[in-house]
């Protein structure tokens, strides 16, 4: 009888434990992606943070906590996010495309430029060459009526990653 008080004890040592643990990163990232698509920024956002607690290496919680932080109107908060997916997956396209739109509305020309020109070196469909040279000739015409000169062509970008921290609008989609 000892034995069995024994295993009883120990099992429900075993569940209370496993309970305390909560959801893992992954589920976070799951829960945070079902309150975005039901556009309950607050819950993803908050989702999308813990999992990137859990797990910093998780690219998909950088990406949906910077859209829910977008949609909050949090841009400095979702330029960070970016920069984290960004320092994981510096070849995501879209992400560079949001942190060009974000320095565009700073007025940080030259980091709009490098954006721009890493989102058309690592677009995968013509929706997204289009969007940066969208974004190329907005920052053009910006620079020239603001000081009579025009920017050079979108040059191969170098290696260098942006001191600031960039973001979007709320018209952004993942």
């Not at 976070?28 to 943070?49: C, P, S, T, V, Y």
């Not at 797990?55 to 908060?77: F, T, V």
């Not at 062509?153 to 993942?174: D, G, I, L, N, W």
Request: with cysteine.
């Amino acid at each position: 009888m000892k034995n069995h008080g024994v295993w009883f004890i120990l099992c429900l040592a075993i569940l209370v434990l496993a309970s305390a643990c909560g959801p893992s990163a992954e589920e976070l990232a799951a829960i945070g992606q079902n309150a975005m698509e039901n556009q309950n920024w607050n819950q993803g956002a908050d989702a999308f943070r813990k999992a990137v607690e859990q797990n910093p290496a998780l690219a998909e919680a950088y990406r949906g906590l910077a859209y829910c932080q977008i949609q909050l109107g949090e841009r400095d908060q979702a330029a960070e996010s970016l920069q984290g997916l960004l320092r994981l997956r510096p070849d995501d396209c879209r992400a560079h495309l949001l942190l060009a739109q974000y320095a565009f509305e700073k007025k940080q020309w030259d980091d709009a430029v490098h954006h721009i020109a890493c989102a058309r070196q690592f677009a995968e469909y013509g929706g997204e060459i289009q969007e940066s040279q969208r974004w190329l000739e907005q920052i053009r015409s910006a620079v020239k009526s603001s000081s009579g000169t025009v920017l050079d062509p979108v040059e191969k970008p170098t290696a260098r990653q942006s001191q600031e921290p960039f973001s979007a609008t709320q018209e952004s989609r993942p």
